[in-house]
């Protein structure tokens, strides 16, 4: 098999001396893509190592190889954030038979045979989803944006409708750029690491996050430890004020079994966007919401945000009546669904943005033991 290699840096670099190490393949070319603007260049593609006799090209070559029929694949072992980008644009030129190589290969994994992912190129690469491994919370945020502070009962997600959902959405998609794994707090849930396992095997490529507080994580946690560490999922911490006393540790077991610690910075304010009212103009909040790029999967249905599959938590727990419109939730069943038509309709308004200011409300954090609607509002 001959093959061609799009590859950046030390993984561009361990991709090529496996390729040319393995029996059956030979590399023929290596490209090096830069995209130069005015003020910057974005290096997708680079030769940093010693290639030996083998050609160097840029990527209008590689297209003439490929298209010439010279190369069988395209082997492309760039950044995570690169990939859609580079894939499409690949296509568009002509190319079709392309393998990924997700980058957490870079570092501490092996690659085998089993380690490319044939892109099947007729379908779009997803940027996002979200998924509630556990609603409730160990930690009363005042005025949590998923309501998990009011959540008085144990609510975990549902495991088997989770891997239906992600054999669905493998229809849809040739992968997903990130999964979000979070809450609540997905610690409670004492099948956390199933739920890993299954986003791994569903989407090899993603860049997978278990986002949590923190606070519960302990030595003999080994399962969830494990499960993070084999599938190369990122303990992704939110840097709460009582986070802090906590993070030597909570950094001493992420390194003491291999599991890739991701820490935000310090959080001091939380920001509250409710209207109450439900008078906003739809197309300004969604224009100014930097939640609508948060695709939020559950039970068999995503929207472009959370808000309209958990306001009934709110709902209940006020007494309220604030409704999503019928558009506002998509059935990932529904028939005559594709990739591309999910992505365009997850790029819209919703209904239920009218529930949500165009300027919002940033308050110190702080913990609410009793928590009054007004804590979501963005004017008091």
Known sequence: MKVALYGKGILGEKVFRYLVSAEGIEVICICNDTLASEETAMVFADTIYDAGQVPIMDFAGLCDICNRGEADAVILATENGFLDFVVKRMVRHGLRNIAVIPSYYEEDYEIEDGSFIWVETDKPRMSYIEYHISFHCNLKCAGCTHFSNIIDEERFGDYEKFCNDLIRLQEFFWGISKIRLMGGEPLLNPELPKFIYA????????????????????????????????????????????TRGSINNIYKICKDNGVKLT????????????????????????????????????????????????IEIFNKKYGLDIQPGEQDVIDIYEDGLDGYKLMERLKSPMDICRYCDVQSRFYQWFVSSDPLPDEWSSKI
């Open 263 to 310: 820490v935000t910075s310090d959080v001091e304010e939380f920001m509250a966007r409710m209207n109450l009212q439900g008078d906003s103009d739809i197309a300004e909040a969604y224009k100014a919401c930097p939640s609508s790029h948060c695709n939020y999967l559950y039970d068999g249905h995503i929207s472009t945000c959370v808000m309209p599959q958990v």
């Open 199 to 242: 986003a791994r095997s569903a989407f090899p490529d993603a860049d997978i996050r278990v986002v949590s507080n923190g606070l519960m994580l302990r030595d003999h946690h080994t399962e969830i430890l494990e499960a993070m560490r084999n599938t190369a999922t990122f303990f992704d911490v939110s840097m709460y004020p009582p």
